[in-house]
């Protein structure tokens, strides 16, 4: 079992990487201006970007040749593969949601209702029945029904949410605005756990396996493990040069990769299970990670991805 890494860039040119060593596969070329969003289907096949060329692109996975280009009429920030891969979601600055079939790739998308803000992020959860999507300017996650188009649900924050994760169980949404991270019911939209950060943080990720620890990074440079039930800082990885602007966690929480605005991808190990701590939760095992720059296991030199996001630890795939 083998995962891939896709990684967004202002310099125009997302990358698909071996998730486990980070050594490059392709390069996806196409885009006239920078990208701000990628995502793989859940298959590895296919992969989308959304960027400031006004485009969303459709793209093979396997190839790297460009399938479709989505055009809008301003800067696409978002884009989010459907669960049962068939549609894709886009945002962006015009305020519009916009679901395409990927089946019928020349038919018109269906357009959501206006969102109250400019697009940052988006997700797909409860089986692609709810749009998960958060604004630039103002604060709060929305929450829409599919079938109506609707808002039926904001869950509230002071600032502007810039990194919003559905667990790969689908129990929590992890959100980050300001120098909070938050965790949500996913289910009954309740606030979990709210932590205040050492500085404002761009991005958190909850780990998948055990759900026991979540690294966050944003404007310190450092990319720092803290215990989920208790929000104490148990790791901090220091290496980044430039703000942090995307963490993700691998599918198996074995590592977990940090993209910068110092132009590279860095992909720390997971620290091993302990007697001590399988025993101590009651949620399962848990984790710890040491709290030096020797958790790296790849650093990743040559990646120019800039100020969003490296979305893809944790997509997986069967490849080898």
């Known amino acids: 079992m083998g995962f891939f890494l896709v990684s967004a860039s202002k310099d125009s040119t997302p990358m698909l990487r071996n ?23 859940k298959h590895a096949l296919r992969a989308a ?21 989505f055009e809008h009429k301003h800067i696409v920030r978002a884009c989010a593969f459907s669960e049962d891969t068939h549609l894709l ?29 400019s697009v940052r992020t988006l997700a797909w959860l409860h089986s692609d029945q709810t749009i998960l999507s958060t604004c630039t300017d103002m604060g709060g996650v929305r929450l829409w029904d599919v079938r109506t188009g609707k808002i039926f649900r904001t869950l509230e924050t002071k600032s502007s949410v810039t990194s919003a994760e ?48 979540f690294v966050a990074g944003g404007e310190d440079m450092w990319v720092r493990v803290f215990d989920f039930h208790t929000g104490a800082e148990v790791g901090c990885n220091k290496g980044h040069h430039g703000p942090v602007h995307c963490v993700r966690f691998s599918p198996g929480g074995e590592s ?51 100020e969003e996001k490296n979305e893809g630890s944790e997509k997986a795939t069967d490849a080898e």
């Open 19 to 41: 998730g486990e060593t980070g050594d490059w596969i392709g390069t996806f070329q196409g885009h006239k201006g920078a990208v701000w969003s990628c995502c793989l289907d």
């Open 89 to 117: 979601l886009t945002g962006g600055v015009e305020k519009f949601l916009r679901i395409f079939d990927l089946n019928r790739l020349d038919a018109s998308p269906r357009e959501v209702e206006n969102s109250p803000g």
């Open 166 to 213: 559905v667990s790969q169980d689908g129990r929590y949404i992890t959100t980050a605005d300001g120098s909070t991270v938050k965790f949500w019911d996913a289910n009954h939209f309740g606030l979990v756990k709210s932590y205040n950060m050492p500085c404002i943080v761009e991005s958190a990720s909850l780990e998948p396996k055990y759900g026991n620890k």
């Open 256 to 306: 977990y990769a940090s993209g910068s605005e110092d132009g590279t991808i860095r992909i720390w190990q997971t620290g091993p299970l302990t007697h001590n701590e399988q025993d101590a939760s009651s949620n399962g095992p848990t984790q710890n990670v040491k709290d030096t720059a020797d958790d790296v296991t790849q650093q990743i030199e040559s990646v120019h991805i800039g």
């Open 49 to 69: 970007s959304a960027s400031a060329d006004f485009s969303a692109k459709l793209w093979d996975a396997l190839s790297g040749d460009e399938l479709h280009s």
